[in-house]
Protein backbone atom coordinates (compact mmCIF):
# COMPACT_ATOMS: atom_id res chain seq x y z
CA UNK A 1 0.00 0.00 0.00
CA UNK A 2 1.21 3.43 -0.97
CA UNK A 3 1.64 6.45 1.50
CA UNK A 4 -1.08 8.01 -0.33
CA UNK A 5 -3.40 5.05 -0.03
CA UNK A 6 -2.31 4.48 3.62
CA UNK A 7 -3.58 8.23 4.69
CA UNK A 8 -6.53 8.31 2.15
CA UNK A 9 -7.78 5.00 4.32
CA UNK A 10 -6.51 6.85 7.41
CA UNK A 11 -8.65 9.52 6.72
CA UNK A 12 -11.68 7.13 5.88
CA UNK A 13 -11.31 6.17 9.41
CA UNK A 14 -11.26 9.47 11.30
CA UNK A 15 -14.33 10.28 9.11
CA UNK A 16 -16.38 7.11 10.13
CA UNK A 17 -14.96 8.07 13.96
CA UNK A 18 -16.01 11.37 13.91
CA UNK A 19 -19.65 10.66 12.32
CA UNK A 20 -20.00 7.71 15.72
CA UNK A 21 -18.64 10.33 18.00
CA UNK A 22 -18.85 14.20 16.87
CA UNK A 23 -17.83 15.16 19.88
CA UNK A 24 -14.28 13.17 19.64
CA UNK A 25 -11.98 16.15 19.61
CA UNK A 26 -8.85 14.21 19.36
CA UNK A 27 -10.39 12.47 16.06
CA UNK A 28 -11.33 15.80 14.25
CA UNK A 29 -7.29 16.88 15.48
CA UNK A 30 -5.71 13.98 14.46
CA UNK A 31 -8.26 13.88 10.94
CA UNK A 32 -6.73 17.18 10.09
CA UNK A 33 -3.26 16.25 10.51
CA UNK A 34 -3.74 13.58 8.34
CA UNK A 35 -4.90 15.69 5.98
CA UNK A 36 -1.84 17.97 5.69
CA UNK A 37 0.00 14.70 5.68
CA UNK A 38 -1.94 13.79 2.25
CA UNK A 39 -1.71 17.27 1.07
CA UNK A 40 2.25 17.30 1.32
CA UNK A 41 2.06 13.79 -0.69
CA UNK A 42 0.51 14.47 -3.11
CA UNK A 43 1.10 18.02 -4.11
CA UNK A 44 3.41 19.07 -6.74
CA UNK A 45 5.96 21.90 -7.33
CA UNK A 46 3.61 22.54 -10.27
CA UNK A 47 0.29 22.82 -8.51
CA UNK A 48 -1.11 25.92 -7.02
CA UNK A 49 -1.75 25.05 -3.10
CA UNK A 50 -4.41 23.03 -2.64
CA UNK A 51 -5.29 22.41 -6.76
CA UNK A 52 -5.49 19.45 -7.75
CA UNK A 53 -6.54 17.92 -4.21
CA UNK A 54 -10.41 18.35 -4.87
CA UNK A 55 -11.20 15.89 -7.25
CA UNK A 56 -8.69 13.24 -4.78
CA UNK A 57 -10.57 13.50 -1.96
CA UNK A 58 -14.28 13.60 -3.41
CA UNK A 59 -12.95 10.35 -5.27
CA UNK A 60 -12.72 8.98 -1.93
CA UNK A 61 -15.91 6.79 -0.67
CA UNK A 62 -18.23 8.87 1.72
CA UNK A 63 -16.70 12.31 1.24
CA UNK A 64 -18.74 14.28 -0.97
CA UNK A 65 -20.97 14.80 2.38
CA UNK A 66 -18.10 16.56 4.46
CA UNK A 67 -15.49 17.68 1.14
CA UNK A 68 -17.52 20.58 0.10
CA UNK A 69 -17.78 24.24 1.35
CA UNK A 70 -20.62 26.02 2.27
CA UNK A 71 -21.08 27.81 -1.71
CA UNK A 72 -20.94 23.93 -2.71
CA UNK A 73 -17.74 24.15 -3.91
CA UNK A 74 -15.21 21.15 -2.90
CA UNK A 75 -12.67 21.16 -0.18
CA UNK A 76 -9.19 21.43 -0.87
CA UNK A 77 -7.15 18.88 1.55
CA UNK A 78 -5.88 21.83 3.70
CA UNK A 79 -9.64 23.64 3.79
CA UNK A 80 -10.65 20.70 4.99
CA UNK A 81 -7.72 19.78 7.46
CA UNK A 82 -8.65 24.30 8.71
CA UNK A 83 -12.45 22.82 8.92
CA UNK A 84 -11.49 19.64 11.61
CA UNK A 85 -8.91 21.81 13.65
CA UNK A 86 -11.78 24.48 14.25
CA UNK A 87 -14.03 21.39 15.19
CA UNK A 88 -11.30 20.22 17.60
CA UNK A 89 -11.05 23.62 19.40
CA UNK A 90 -14.98 23.96 19.59
CA UNK A 91 -14.91 20.66 21.06
CA UNK A 92 -11.38 21.94 23.83
CA UNK A 93 -8.75 20.49 22.30
CA UNK A 94 -5.64 22.74 22.54
CA UNK A 95 -3.09 21.00 19.98
CA UNK A 96 -5.24 22.08 17.27
CA UNK A 97 -3.87 25.63 18.02
CA UNK A 98 -0.54 24.79 17.13
CA UNK A 99 -1.70 22.48 14.08
CA UNK A 100 -3.70 26.07 12.29
CA UNK A 101 -0.37 27.23 13.19
CA UNK A 102 1.42 24.91 11.24
CA UNK A 103 -1.17 24.72 8.36
CA UNK A 104 -1.79 28.71 8.42
CA UNK A 105 1.98 29.37 7.86
CA UNK A 106 2.19 26.44 4.93
CA UNK A 107 -0.32 28.64 3.18
CA UNK A 108 1.72 31.62 3.96
CA UNK A 109 -1.13 33.44 6.08
CA UNK A 110 1.44 34.30 8.59
CA UNK A 111 -0.71 36.65 10.64
CA UNK A 112 -2.79 33.90 11.49
CA UNK A 113 -0.19 31.30 12.09
CA UNK A 114 1.40 33.73 14.53
CA UNK A 115 -1.87 34.22 16.04
CA UNK A 116 -2.41 30.64 16.49
CA UNK A 117 0.79 30.03 17.51
CA UNK A 118 0.64 32.65 20.51
CA UNK A 119 -2.89 30.37 21.61
CA UNK A 120 -1.21 27.45 21.50
CA UNK A 121 1.83 29.14 24.08
CA UNK A 122 -1.03 30.13 26.08
CA UNK A 123 -2.65 26.79 26.46
CA UNK A 124 1.15 25.40 26.99
CA UNK A 125 0.26 22.86 24.27
CA UNK A 126 3.48 23.15 22.27
CA UNK A 127 5.79 20.67 21.16
CA UNK A 128 9.39 20.44 22.38
CA UNK A 129 11.42 24.26 21.21
CA UNK A 130 13.66 21.77 18.86
CA UNK A 131 10.70 20.27 17.18
CA UNK A 132 8.92 23.99 16.54
CA UNK A 133 12.38 25.37 14.98
CA UNK A 134 12.21 22.53 12.89
CA UNK A 135 8.91 21.78 11.59
CA UNK A 136 8.86 22.35 8.25
CA UNK A 137 5.15 23.50 8.10
CA UNK A 138 6.31 26.49 10.39
CA UNK A 139 9.36 27.30 7.51
CA UNK A 140 7.35 30.80 6.73
CA UNK A 141 6.09 32.05 10.24
CA UNK A 142 10.11 31.26 11.90
CA UNK A 143 11.24 33.60 8.97
CA UNK A 144 8.98 36.80 10.30
CA UNK A 145 10.19 39.24 13.32
CA UNK A 146 6.92 38.53 14.55
CA UNK A 147 8.25 35.03 15.45
CA UNK A 148 11.68 35.56 16.29
CA UNK A 149 10.87 38.73 18.50
CA UNK A 150 8.00 36.32 20.25
CA UNK A 151 10.73 33.57 20.52
CA UNK A 152 13.24 36.23 22.15
CA UNK A 153 10.56 37.27 24.13
CA UNK A 154 9.53 33.79 25.58
CA UNK A 155 13.32 33.33 26.13
CA UNK A 156 13.72 36.41 28.37
CA UNK A 157 10.77 35.46 29.94
CA UNK A 158 12.07 32.18 30.92
CA UNK A 159 15.64 32.69 31.83
CA UNK A 160 13.98 35.82 34.55
CA UNK A 161 11.71 32.82 35.61
CA UNK A 162 14.66 30.65 36.57
CA UNK A 163 16.47 33.90 37.95
CA UNK A 164 13.74 33.92 40.57
Known sequence: MSDVEAFRKAMLHFQVATLEDPEDDLAWCEWGVALMHFYDLTVTEDETLG???QTS???MPHMESVSLTGSGQPMSALEHAEHNFLQAI???NTQSHYNLACLYSLQGNVTDAM???EKAVDCADLPPFEVVMQDLWLQNLRNT???QNFVQ???KEAE???NS
Request: proline share 0%; hydrophobic share 50%.
Open 51 to 53: SGL
Open 57 to 59: LLD
Open 90 to 92: LLG
Open 115 to 117: SYF
Open 145 to 147: SSF
Open 153 to 155: KLA
Open 160 to 162: EFD
